[in-house]
Structures are given as structure tokens and as C-alpha cells.
């Protein structure tokens, strides 16, 4: 393989438009398997300035890829603290990966999973041991790389739209 990947752990603020433009592509991903995902451009301003806040007040990590200096993808989790409610028995930080993307020209490069890995490696130096994140039901590839990485189903999310 030519390519040369590199993983890079950037601020949202200040790459702004290259995030935005892949979190575009993610929606277009995830309208395209959910019919009732909203317009992106009903909900970018929004949306930004919520994984902003996110990364600034919630210990925020958003690594992308670089294939060959191009931005080709990217992955954004954080902490979230639990409080009284929680009925689990782990008591500790836990990791809520909210987003993640490749470009279509990228797979099967190993990009996603490189991108996991060092999310992972990040916030289990931070003390994390527990890592949360939703994908919806059919979309069979996030879920079969996730079991592949160890995660593990716990529970099923039910919707019904009156």
C-alpha cells in the first residue's frame, strides 16, 4: 500500500469546515439507511455547535484521518459522567462515541478501525473502562466491525412514530 494514513487528534473550532463536510457525509450515510433522519441543512448549525461544546466541556476527542494529507476520515467520542440513576454496576467515566465516517474513495484501508484504536487507547489512559455507542439496526458493516472489536449488543432501542 502507497497510501500514507495518519491519525490526528484536531479541534473542531478550528477545522471546522473539514469536520463539518464529513459529518455531512455521515448524515447523507445514516439518511440513506433511516428515512427519518433530519435534513442536514435543517440541523448543521445546531449539530456543530453541539459537538463543539461537547469536545470543549466533556473531555471531546475528534481524531481524523489523513490519506496521503487528504482528510479521508474521522471518529468523535467523549466522556460522559453517570450519576444516581445508572442501574449498571461500572461507577466509573464512560465513553460515548457519537460519530464516525470514512469516505466511500477510503475503505478498506483499515482507516475506521485505526481511528477506533486509537480512541480507545486515548481514554483508557484517562482511567475510561466502559465505551457506549448507538448504530441503527441495519447498518450490518458498523456492526459487524463493532462485534469484531468486542462490543457487544445490550440493549434494543424501540420507536414508534405517531
Given at each position: ?70 482528510p479521508s476520515g474521522f471518529i ?34 483499515g482507516i475506521y478501525r485505526k ?48
Amino acid at each position: 500500500m502507497d497510501d500514507k494514513i495518519e491519525i490526528k487528534p484536531v479541534i473542531i473550532k478550528e477545522h471546522f469546515d473539514e469536520v463539518a463536510a464529513m459529518m455531512h457525509q455521515l448524515h447523507i450515510h445514516e439518511h440513506s439507511l433511516f428515512d427519518k433522519t433530519e435534513a442536514w441543512s435543517e440541523i448543521q448549525e445546531s449539530y456543530m455547535r453541539h459537538v463543539i461544546n461537547t469536545q470543549e466541556t466533556c473531555e471531546g476527542t475528534c481524531l481524523v484521518a489523513y490519506v496521503n494529507e487528504i482528510p479521508s476520515g474521522f471518529i468523535f467520542g467523549y466522556i460522559e459522567e453517570q450519576d444516581d440513576s445508572r442501574i449498571e454496576i461500572y461507577k466509573g467515566k464512560e465513553l460515548y462515541v457519537s460519530d464516525g465516517y470514512v469516505d466511500k474513495e477510503y475503505r478498506g484501508l483499515g482507516i475506521y478501525r485505526k481511528l477506533n484504536d486509537e480512541l480507545e487507547r486515548i481514554y483508557t489512559e484517562k482511567g475510561v473502562r466502559r465505551i457506549c455507542r448507538y448504530t441503527l439496526i441495519n447498518n450490518t458493516s458498523a456492526r459487524q466491525f463493532l462485534e469484531r472489536q468486542g462490543y457487544m449488543v445490550t440493549r434494543l432501542l424501540y420507536e414508534k412514530w405517531l
